[in-house]
């Protein structure tokens, strides 16, 4: 069910391409599912990353984007697949390693989506304005994302009806729990109008905050 919806958000935003490295969702950290040998948290660097290092040197990108470290909010998979393509994006270019899985090939950038604390704040002051509970966004501000660690703010305006179609299409994710189904739809369209990165690779940030992630590319 996942997967299908994972397909039809692709749709939504004009993907033509989507691949599954095929492991079970991991769960939280405690839960049953999180000590499954085939969850993602539990496969070793040494099998997930030369998997990455294929797809990354078929499609050569120039810009690759994954979780932050902290996978956003603690997820196990989120946080796998931050350290994974991490490896990837430093290896892919190597010769010397990886021989089979295509011609070498460095990404120019890797990045990571964050949530930082100013953000937080919005969503929080959002839910407080409408008389809902905002509780959850702000037991998460202590360990959020630095606002001083952002090096990228992207208008997606232009495109956030698609967005919005996509996120829709994710509907077991749509409890009454999640922002998105507790707040206006020009209110949440609104929210989901930017988006924002910190850097990853290469280890020197950009100078001044970027408004495209192919800028002096």
Same mark, same amino acid.
């Given at each position: 069910m996942r997967e299908n919806e994972l397909r039809e958000a692709a749709k939504a935003l004009g993907i033509g391409r989507v691949d599954f490295l095929d492991y079970r969702d991991s769960g939280m950290a405690g839960t049953p599912e999180n000590a499954h040998p085939n969850a993602l948290a539990n496969a070793s660097a040494e099998e997930?990353?030369?998997?990455? %290092?294929?797809? !990354?040197?078929?499609?050569?990108?120039? $810009?690759?984007?994954?979780? @932050?470290p902290g996978g956003g909010y603690g997820h196990p998979d989120h946080m796998a697949m931050s350290r994974h393509p991490l490896a990837a994006c430093k290896t892919s270019g190597d010769a010397q390693l990886y021989s089979g899985l295509g011609e070498p090939w460095s990404p120019a950038r890797l990045v990571y989506t964050v949530f930082p604390r100013g953000r937080l704040i919005e969503i929080s002051d959002i839910l407080k304005s409408i008389g809902e509970?905002?509780?959850?966004?702000?037991?998460?501000?202590?360990?959020?994302?630095?606002?001083?660690? %952002?090096?990228? !703010?992207?208008?997606?305006?232009?495109? $956030?009806?698609?967005?919005? @179609?996509?996120?829709?299409?994710?509907?077991?994710?749509?409890?009454?729990?999640?922002m998105m189904s507790r707040i206006p739809e020009d209110k949440a369209k609104g929210f989901m109008s930017r988006e924002l990165f910190a850097w990853a690779l290469p280890e020197t940030p950009p100078a001044e905050m970027l408004t495209d992630l192919f800028d002096g590319l």
């Open positions: 997930v990353v030369p998997r990455l %290092v294929a797809i !990354i040197r078929e499609l050569r990108p120039q $810009v690759v984007m994954t979780f @932050d509970d905002s509780s959850r966004y702000e037991n998460r501000m202590a360990d959020a994302w630095s606002d001083e660690d %952002v090096h990228a !703010i992207i208008d997606v305006s232009a495109t $956030v009806e698609a967005k919005w @179609d996509a996120v829709k299409c994710h509907r077991t994710q749509q409890g009454t729990f999640t």
